[in-house]
């Protein structure tokens, strides 16, 4: 009696097809983890031209609009052209300028969203922040997200800016070889 096996022309087939499958797999996750990166930046870009639109609007920051109570009957800012109270993980009830924006964006239909001070959520699943702080020893408005990965750190530090955490207008509050990082861009 004969025994049978495979050929090796055979599992070369099947070698060839299993190699085949895990490029397509690592390829698309790759393809997953630049469309994450692209939506950071764009979230950025939108934050960006929402708090401009609503500035163009009203001629104040969205949080720190000293008229927003007159306009919505909601918690206004003290209008001195800082969003203060940085707070980078804003929720429904929280207060100050910072969490305030939120609301304001809301009210003024720039943003949807709940109607509440609630920050919108990243795509690495951390929130967005914005307000006056001191990020690598400047101090300035920052549009902030939390619990970005580090190596996407460094991709968009590099892709638009000068690719060092503490110095251009993209910081990281830590190095960008931590696992997660808080990015900040400046306003």
């Known amino acids: 009696m004969r025994k049978r096996g495979f050929t090796l022309v055979e599992l070369a087939i099947v070698l060839v097809i299993i190699?085949?499958?895990l490029g397509a797999i690592l390829k698309g996750q790759e393809l997953i983890n630049n469309a994450k990166m692209k939506r950071l930046y764009n979230q950025y870009r939108e934050v960006l031209?929402?708090?401009y639109t609503y500035y163009d609007r009203y001629g104040a920051f969205p949080g720190d609009d000293p008229y927003a109570n007159n306009r919505w009957s909601t918690t206004q800012g003290d209008g001195d052209g800082l969003i203060e109270s940085f707070n980078?993980?804003?929720g429904a009830t929280s207060?100050?300028?910072s969490c305030f924006l939120w609301h304001h964006l809301r009210l003024a239909n720039i943003l949807t969203g709940p109607l509440d001070n609630s920050a919108p959520k990243?795509?690495?699943g951390g929130s967005v922040g914005v307000g006056y702080t001191i990020v690598q020893g400047l101090a300035?408005?920052?549009i902030g997200f939390d619990n970005v990965p580090g190596d996407v750190c460094v991709s968009i530090d590099?892709?638009?800016d000068d690719g060092n955490y503490t110095t251009g207008s993209i910081r990281g509050y830590v190095p960008y070889t931590n696992a997660y990082v808080d990015l900040y861009f400046r306003l």
């Open 19 to 21: 190699g085949l499958i």
């Open 122 to 124: 990243n795509p690495y």
């Open 49 to 51: 031209a929402a708090i």
């Open 88 to 90: 980078i993980n804003c």
């Open 140 to 142: 300035t408005q920052w």
């Open 158 to 160: 590099q892709q638009y």
């Open 95 to 97: 207060s100050g300028e």
